[in-house]
């Protein structure tokens, strides 16, 4: 079945425009381990992982996550190469755009029309029968859960309120390390009434605070709110957006975001590249109405 998926994501990966020999994916050493790593804007490497017994398409996101990063850096003018600013130009953006192509796109119902019959066709026994509707439905269901980086879009931004809350009483408010494990199931239960196991699947399910990346989980949120932005601003360019998506056609997409966004590099302060991409500084009303928008529209389906 880890065949199977890979060779999916291989096909929706190539439809997203990575130029071929410039990308590479790989399976991730541990379940959760997925990463971008560029080496120039011509070298991009991708980790992602697979459940095997999990078609929810936990994985493809993951993987478009990832993808994300990778056509930003990609996408970062030629003439910038060998320069301090032939890079993303911040975490937030960055974020921005790996969220941006995992749920805006990822999670809607035009690219599932395009892209599920492909995934039917791959796994006939489980999704014979299973309708279009039910699958995007089934992907996008709000639920509190566990873990992060499978939370759905609602209850993702809860998820990054409890960390950011905790960095803060670790660093600032007397918390120590020892009370981390206890603090963290309480807050659990407060903000999305849920029971922490253990504590593999609680404050030990990240990397970030191991490697010493205290500080980084807002960029997650704060980068749905700008794509949500970004996405806003694009529609009004390209009102034809969506039904592209539904014929796998992300050329256009691709090079609208490559020519605002991905072509500066570090050339702007951040403030002036979200200004520049999304018209204005970070405002939540945009993602606010796509959360709403959505919901409304999953629940009358
Ligand atoms: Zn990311």
Known sequence: ????????????????????????????S???????????????????????????????????????????????????EGTPLASGCSSILHESQSRLWENVIGRSLPFWRWFY????????????????????????????????????ETTYGLHIILRFELEQALLFGGLDT????EAWNTRMRDLLGVDV?????????????????FGYFP????????????????????????????????DEIHAWLRDRL???????TPAETIARVAGGPIDPEPYLAYLRDKSAALTRA
């Open 262 to 268: 991905y072509a500066l590099g570090r050339k702007f």
């Open 30 to 80: 541990t379940p959760r381990c997925t990463r971008c790593l560029s080496i120039g804007t011509r070298d991009i490497r991708l980790t992602t992982r697979y459940a095997e017994d999990d078609l929810s398409g936990t994985s493809l996101f993951s993987t478009m996550h990832e993808a994300g990063h990778g056509v930003y850096e990609h996408g970062v003018s030629a003439t910038l």
């Open 117 to 152: 019959p492909r995934v039917q066709a791959a796994f006939p026994e489980t999704l014979t029968g299973v309708s279009l509707e039910r699958f995007h439905r089934a992907v996008n269901v709000t639920r509190p859960s566990l873990i992060r980086v499978d939370a759905d």
């Open 219 to 250: 960029t997650y949120q704060l980068g749905n709110v700008v794509a949500a932005q970004i996405w806003e601003r694009l529609l009004l360019d390209l009102p034809g957006a969506y039904d592209q998506i539904e014929r796998g056609q992300f």
């Open 197 to 213: 196991p253990d504590d593999a699947r609680g404050c030990l399910q990240d990397v970030h605070w191991a490697g010493g990346m």
């Open 178 to 181: 020892s009370d981390l494990p």
């Open 1 to 28: 079945m880890a065949a199977t998926q890979r060779q999916r994501k291989r096909s929706c990966r190539s439809s997203l425009r990575a130029r071929s020999g410039s990308a590479r994916v790989r399976s991730g």
